[in-house]
């Protein structure tokens, strides 16, 4: 009876047992689960003792008058040293579970393991570790001493059954009776220790070894309360110093020299401090578009209080920024975010207005941490910052502060605007040289000042989409990584005389291998050939290896002293602050000096290619960023050729005429002003802020107009497809404009976006084509006029798109009857009819277009195409014949008078060019793909076209020395 009993006292247990198993099973702790907050651990028996107990698991008892083992007593920290408790005892193998053993749950993590500094476990170490520390006791030597003395106790080879030794349970006891004589709500860290060092004869022992007094450290306990308040929530434990945990330092960092420095804000950063100095609503928010430096403007607030050059008020305060991202991650149930965000402003409060709180993103407060019947951000920040008691500064965009601060009217009131405008070229520069040390530290390379200039220039004229400095730093930066990685490989020329030298000893064994025995019978000319070949290589190459070290090795030490002038500026602005002057003194005037001259000397070597005084053309390695990388980064970026124009490509331009004029047969003026309109432009005469050129392309059908556009694409981009067209016959109705730019909000097809804008955000540089603009719905002329005039286009959801960079065609056919009238003429001379042609064409134009569109355009007239013109378009469509069938296998000849014939057939005055290519379809094209599906033509025959007596086209095809006529 007495054992059944027992037995059932064991079973009722179970649910609500604190357990840790074997080694030998499975461990489990979901029953003792700190979720279970409702769940009593104790359970009375026949026994006269609580247990905590699992079959096959550690047995845990206590007195039966004792609540020992209610997590509802305990903090999350607390709790998980009492959970941790069997695994102690389980790992030392002893009897009874010793009041030291309470010890080393709290200073090692027993029970929760994981990485972050919130969980409880990873908390009561880190609380215990401070409050002994602050108190002057050794850690790592209690914890040595306690594991040397846990491992001395008495073990048993059973450790299923524990028993609370009475030491432990006078603890437990002593940790309750502190936490109600403090007013707290539950036991926590602070109450163990102050416990043990009442109740714990080892912890008494391990201080007197260190000479360290119990006061001592309850002074250290006593000071820890005071920071964190009493303890009035189960959480409170894992956000203590949530200042520390959930910001970043930003006065730290300048004391240390990691912040950049801020170069032409000052107005700006005067701007904050005055709203900072404020008695109420001293909380300055920094508004700008992304990329004009508010994070750089709170960095140089933070330099200045460390440096003192700051209003008294500030002097003692220092900058931290808040980490949203940090206070958010793993707050997985309701009420933990705020408790932290609640923590952080405890601390902000209790500086006394010495700390200055930073919010990055301050947009992001708004609904951030809210869940189901939780308050957000925001609304927690608001009563700190009415009342001045948290002075803080904000920094997000205009866009996003419209979106998200102003529709919160209360918190928008909380925050005075201190707008930040995006700097002018000039003062980009001056920022980029005030970087510049930092950024030839940092890649070990050197940055010429024209490659400053070029970088902000070339990126506020190209790179639209962006903000400077922003985008100049970006150039600078890459340009250097790129730069830096060249020097860390191995240079071109070695690494092609590596890989020759390794195909010729490959050679050579293949050579040894199939003439062995046959020596000078076979190959021997060839092996000593490769000898000869291989000696030199290998000569060259150990010249090369030994000159690129020397160089690797000259970079390597200017970097060096790089390092070194930077570390000793750091050291000499923190002795200025702490008026060390005797050290500053020697720094500054006596060590830097030095160091300086030698990094003089190291540069002039570099430059001048060494102590042999190679020249800077036989170097391999250079280590100095020039405005040419830059202009290649942005040409990479945006597809803009801003490189320096070279003698080839002057040469072209200087001939792009005559390339085009090859092309397109019979308009030398329209060539001739699309060619002054690029050459203006490469030569940098045009006006920036317009298209490169916009044209009007007039005259009848077939004359050539879409043709010019696509030989200029293809003179441009080396690529027809780079011309952006637009058939505007599809453009007739009133809402079509939509489709350019895209549609309003609200509308189907909003986030879709524009043809037009689109095509141009992807493709900056490029030729647009409106075709038939005639026919084009008036209002989508008008929203054209501001491109033609400022370069710039909205779209619908308001960025602004750039086309500064474009070539904008028009083509239509006004006026074309107006220009075969007068091509049909005979009086007069050819000067005084085109006069009158272009008088004609330009009434017809102001009759059909408005004259702020007209006014805004270069109008090109092409005049209809006579016999002579039309003889070298049937030239050239020939020659293009000629490529499509080389790329068969065989040839074309074409004799001059079939030219004659095909144009006299395909010359229509009205029409223009375009009946031309059907009569060479019809001629010539359609029987030749005749003669190849028949396979009479093959590869290496020879196909003449000709006119024979009866004046009629016929193909002979020239085979193996045979002839077949092919009557068309």
Not at 7 to 14: A, R
Not at 238 to 246: E, G
Not at 867 to 882: P, Q, T, Y
């Amino acid at each position: 009876m007495h054992k059944f009993l027992h037995v059932l006292c064991l079973i009722l247990s179970l649910p609500t047992a604190l357990t840790y198993l074997s080694p030998t099973v499975t461990r489990s702790f979901k029953l003792f689960s700190t979720t279970q907050s409702t769940a009593r651990s104790t359970t009375r028996c026949d026994h006269g003792r609580h247990t905590l107990q699992r079959p096959t698991a550690t047995q845990l008892y206590a007195d039966n008058n004792d609540d020992f083992f209610n997590n509802e007593m305990y903090t999350d920290s607390a709790w998980s040293c009492i959970q941790g408790l069997p695994k102690s005892a389980d790992k030392f193998r002893a009897q009874s579970v010793d009041s030291a053993m309470l010890l080393d749950t709290i200073l090692n993590e027993y029970y929760d393991s994981s990485d972050s500094d919130s969980n409880p476990a990873r908390a009561s170490t880190n609380i215990a570790e401070t409050i002994l520390s602050n108190a002057n006791v050794d850690v790592p030597r209690v914890r040595n001493e306690l594991r040397q003395y846990l491992d001395s106790l008495p073990k048993v080879s059973d450790t299923t059954n524990k028993v609370m030794s009475p030491s432990l349970q006078k603890t437990l006891k002593a940790a309750a009776v502190y936490m109600k004589k403090n007013g707290d709500d539950f036991v926590s860290t602070e109450a163990f220790i102050a416990a043990l060092l009442d109740k714990d004869d080892f912890t008494k022992k391990a201080l007197n070894r260190q000479n360290i007094k119990a006061s001592a450290v309850m002074a250290s306990v006593a000071e820890q309360r005071e920071a964190n308040g009493p303890v009035t929530s189960k959480n409170q434990e894992q956000n203590y110093d949530a200042l520390a945990k959930y910001s970043i330092d930003f006065t730290q960092k300048a004391r240390e020299g990691k912040l950049d420095p801020v170069i032409g804000r000052d107005s700006e950063v005067r701007r904050a401090i005055q709203v900072l100095s404020r008695r109420s609503k001293n909380n300055p928010i920094l508004l700008g578009e992304p990329g004009v430096g508010k994070t750089a403007i709170a960095e140089g607030i933070a330099q200045r209080m460390v440096n003192g050059d700051v209003p008294d008020s500030l002097k003692r305060c220092k900058l931290v920024g808040l980490d949203m991202g940090a206070l958010i991650a793993g707050a997985k149930f309701r009420g933990e975010f705020e408790e932290r965000l609640k923590s952080v402003l405890k601390d902000v409060e209790k500086s006394n207005g010495e700390i200055v709180l930073f919010i990055d993103e301050v947009h992001t407060v708004v609904g951030a941490g809210a869940t189901s019947g939780s308050m957000d951000a925001s609304n927690l920040l608001k009563p700190a910052l009415a009342r001045g008691q948290v002075r803080c500064i904000g920094a997000t965009t205009l866009s996003e502060y419209k979106q998200y601060i102003e529709k919160d009217k209360a918190l928008e009131r909380r925050f005075q605007k201190v707008l930040i405008e995006e700097p002018t070229a000039e003062d980009a520069v001056s920022i980029l040289r005030g970087l510049k040390p930092r950024y030839e530290m940092h890649h070990g390379v050197r940055i010429t000042d024209d490659a400053l200039l070029a970088a902000a220039k070339l990126s506020d004229r190209y790179i639209q989409d962006r903000f400077l400095p922003d985008k100049a730093i970006d150039l600078v930066d890459e340009a250097c990584a790129k730069l830096k990685n060249e020097l860390t490989s191995k240079p071109t020329v070695l690494d092609e005389i590596d890989r020759r030298v390794i195909q010729l000893q490959m050679e050579k064994l293949s050579l040894q291998s199939d003439f062995e025995g046959q020596k000078g019978k076979g190959g021997g000319g060839r092996m000593s050939g490769i000898d000869i070949e291989l000696e030199d290589l290998l000569v060259q190459q150990k010249n090369l290896e030994a000159q690129w070290t020397a160089e690797r090795n000259r970079v390597g030490d200017v970097n060096l002293l790089r390092e070194e002038i930077d570390a000793l500026n750091v050291e000499i602005a923190e002795a200025e602050r702490t008026y060390d002057l005797n050290t500053a003194a020697e720094l500054k005037y006596n060590k830097l000096p030095a160091l300086e001259e030698k990094l003089r000397v190291q540069e002039e070597m570099l430059d001048g290619g060494g102590e042999e005084g190679e020249g800077d053309s036989n170097d391999l390695l250079r280590d100095e960023v020039t405005a040419d990388d830059i202009a290649e980064l942005v040409a990479q970026s945006t597809g803009i050729p801003v490189s320096s124009l070279l003698t080839s490509e002057r040469d072209r331009l200087l001939q792009m005429d005559k390339i085009l004029g090859s092309r397109v047969i019979g308009q030398e003026p329209a060539v001739l002003a699309v060619t002054e309109a690029i050459q203006r432009s490469r030569a940098g005469l045009s006006d920036p802020s317009k298209p490169i050129a916009s044209l009007m392309f007039l005259g009848p059908t077939g004359v050539g107009k879409t043709e010019l556009c696509k030989a200029l694409s293809e003179f441009m981009f080396d690529s027809e497809d780079a011309l952006i067209r637009f058939d505007m016959s599809e453009y007739m109705e009133k809402q079509s404009v939509s489709r350019l730019i895209g549609s309003p909000p609200g509308y189907v097809g909003y986030e879709e976006g524009g043809q037009l804008t689109d095509a141009i955000r992807r493709k900056p540089y490029a030729v647009i084509l409106f075709d038939e603009m005639e026919k084009a719905h008036r209002d989508v002329l008008n929203i054209l006029l501001q491109v033609l005039d400022d370069g710039r286009l909205t779209d619908s959801k308001g960025n602004v798109v750039n086309f500064r960079n474009t070539i904008i065609i028009f083509t239509s056919n006004v006026g074309s009857s107006a220009i075969m009238e007068v091509a049909e003429k005979k009086d007069g001379t050819v000067e005084s009819r085109r006069s009158e042609m272009l008088q004609r064409v330009q009434e017809a134009t102001r009759s059909e277009f408005a004259p702020e569109f007209l006014n805004r355009n270069e109008l090109v007239v092409f005049e209809s195409l006579g016999k002579s013109d039309l003889r070298g378009i049937v030239k050239l469509e020939m020659k293009g014949l000629e490529r499509r069938v080389e790329e068969k296998g065989f040839s074309l000849s074409v004799e001059e008078e079939v030219l004659d014939y095909l144009a006299e057939v395909g010359y229509d005055g009205v029409f223009g060019a375009r009946p031309l290519k059907r009569v060479i379809q019809r001629e010539v094209e359609k029987q030749l793909a005749q003669l190849i599906l028949k396979g009479e033509v093959g590869e290496g025959d020879d196909v003449r076209v000709f006119i024979d007596d009866t004046d009629r086209v016929q193909l002979e095809v020239e085979e193996g020395g045979s002839k077949l006529v092919k009557e068309v």
